[in-house]
């Protein structure tokens, strides 16, 4: 957006930061991803932020995955989180792991039991849970509290190698049982897990949790700030005492709102359920919300970007309107999409007093929003042509400007035809549309004097191309499917995708290539599937050309 705006309260902070000459004035943000699913939109705020505030200031952005929970991790989502990073638009400084630090956490984990700050425990998760007491009600010691520092080296050095089953203990800190902070009632900084990492193999059967790693990751990389989803306020403490009591780097955390956006689910946990469940043909189906899925039905990273730069940064959650990510995406294809006919139901017209043999050649501007119009492609006509069905109607209602019988329309960059007639099947349908062209009325040098209120777009039989083309729509029927109470699976909407088998396309589309927009004119944004082969092509919906759902809810 080009209009200037106020600081967000993150820009604030730093700014005064750079004032004060905190940190050297350096600013060092990160992105740290947990690699056990595909991102979604949600996590495209959190790049766009946290790489967007180092490019302001100069700073620097690590890309660090979150990789401490070996069994629902996988050098697949690895690949991909790296590929969505890097087409929306930013490059890291650094790709780092927390796997990367295991050795260094290992031994913070050893000078907290040093300082008495940290012991084994035998109890189990139940026993742990209820030693943790409740909100209002002080935590108990557990039996293993006062373990000396020598028995714990010990024990923590057996867990490492490998001595014990999972479950069988953990390395809990020993802080507060009391505090109005459940995070600080003892939390547990290492568990057993014998499996096998997708980095580090077998090296490692105790994996430390995500209060441990995260600060700690955060202030061996130097990081200054730390930007975290409002969820993570309750950990702030626990991260603070961390880094003060080994008396490293002092990276902060700063928390702002996440997203959440109608009409759509924002919880990998259920995205995962619905590629498991088969309500969806995989993370990147078209009507997910993961950026994958948005890039193949046809969003563009600059959409996306202006997207989160749009909804801004706030510290309270709120639920954004996904009409504001679909106009985000239709102003930018506006600016970008190549023009072009495709006719999606299709219907046979003749035009009778055209030369069966004959052809021409006719031109149109790729863009005709661009300075430029970004040049142009030559599109075949001859006597027969598919048009839409809708743009017939037998019997006309009164402020109907297609075809209907004795109406008239031009053709887009073509003639002006009539409709003389029209035919029917046994069963009643309207199998074809006859019509004749007034030669005088070409584009672009129209001699003849006719006005006319309606264009339709067509395609010349004899060129076009059959495709497949996929019509997608969101993919839940309430706002908030994922309201508490509400099992979101049934409110899946079971129109979320229609697939029209034999569309045609005007002959230049089929050279259209993946990544591409392209407004198939009066009837949306499209783009190229992935699962396209040549002559089998696959053309994806990426939104309408207005706002239906808007109309839908009026309707309502």
């Known amino acids: 957006m080009s209009e200037e705006r106020s600081l967000n309260f993150l820009e604030e902070i730093i700014e005064e930061d750079i004032r004060n000459g905190k940190n050297d004035g350096r600013v060092h943000t990160r992105f740290p991803p947990e690699p056990n699913g595909y991102l979604h939109i949600g996590h495209a705020k959190s790049i766009c932020l946290n790489f967007g505030l180092a490019q302001k200031y100069n700073g620097q952005t690590n890309l660090r995955f979150d990789d401490t929970n070996p069994e629902k991790e996988e050098t697949e989502y ?29 031994d913070f984990a050893v000078m ?18 209820e030693q943790k007491g409740t909100p209002t009600e002080p935590g108990t010691p557990s039996p293993w509290r006062d373990r000396s520092v020598e028995e714990n080296l010990l024990l923590f050095a057996e867990m490492r190698d490998g001595k014990y089953q999972d479950g069988e203990k953990v390395l809990r800190a020993k802080i507060d049982l009391a505090s109005p902070n459940m995070h600080m ?6 568990r057993i897990r014998h499996a096998h990492h997708h980095r580090t193999g077998d090296a490692w059967c105790i994996y430390p949790m995500y209060d441990f790693a995260h600060g700690q990751s955060d202030s061996i990389e130097k990081i200054t700030h730390s930007v975290c989803t409002l969820e993570f306020i309750p950990h702030r403490a626990l991260y603070d005492w961390f880094i003060e009591e080994l008396e490293i780097f002092p990276s902060r955390q700063y928390e702002f709102a996440r997203l959440n956006m109608t009409y759509t689910v924002m919880s990998k946990r259920r995205l995962l359920q619905l590629v498991n469940e088969g309500f969806v043909n995989g993370w990147d189906d078209p ?52 023009r072009r006919m495709a006719v999606l139901d299709p219907l046979k017209l003749v035009i009778t007093n055209y030369p069966e043999d004959q052809e ?29 069905r809708e743009d017939f109607m037998e019997n ?36 074809e549309v006859h019509c004749s062209y007034i030669p005088e009325s070409k584009s672009g040098n129209d001699t003849s004097a006719i006005k006319v209120k309606g264009t339709i777009h067509w395609v010349s039989t004899r060129h076009a191309a059959q495709v497949e083309v996929r019509l ?37 589309l089929a050279s259209a290539v993946p990544g591409k927009g392209y407004q198939f004119i ?22 309408t050309l207005k706002d239906t759902w808007a109309k839908e809810v009026k309707k309502g």
């Open 78 to 106: 690895v690949e991909s989180i790296k590929e969505d990073v890097k087409w929306l638009g930013f490059e890291w400084q650094n790709e780092l792991y927390a796997s990367d630090y295991f050795s260094q956490l290992y």
């Open 112 to 129: 907290l039991i040093r300082k008495g700050k940290a012991y084994v425990d035998d109890s189990t998760p139940d026993q742990i849970a």
């Open 185 to 190: 009632r003892d939390p547990i900084m290492y």
């Open 287 to 338: 009507r997910m919300p993961t950026i994958s899925a948005l890039r193949r039905r046809g969003y563009t990273s600059a959409s996306i970007r202006d997207f989160c730069d749009r909804i801004g940064v706030a510290k309270r959650e709120n639920i954004i309107d996904v009409s504001l990510l679909e106009f985000c995406v239709r102003e930018d294809l506006n600016k970008t999409a190549w």
């Open 360 to 388: 021409e050649i006719f031109v149109g501007e790729n863009n005709p929003e661009a300075e430029d119009g970004e040049g142009s492609r030559e599109i075949p006509f001859s006597r027969e042509l598919w048009i839409e």
């Open 396 to 431: 006309p209602t009164k402020k109907y400007f297609r075809l209907g019988p004795g109406l008239m329309v031009r053709l887009k960059h073509a003639y002006i035809i009539k409709c003389d007639d029209f035919v029917k099947n046994e069963q009643g349908d309207i199998t």
């Open 472 to 508: 997608y729509d969101r993919l839940f029927k309430v706002e908030d499917p994922g309201a508490e109470g509400r099992d979101f699976r049934e409110y899946v909407n079971p129109e979320s995708l229609q697939v029209i088998p034999s569309a045609y396309i005007e002959p230049d």
């Open 522 to 543: 009066r009837k949306g944004y499209f783009t190229l599937d992935k699962e396209s082969a040549p002559g089998q092509l696959v053309f994806n919906r990426t939104v």
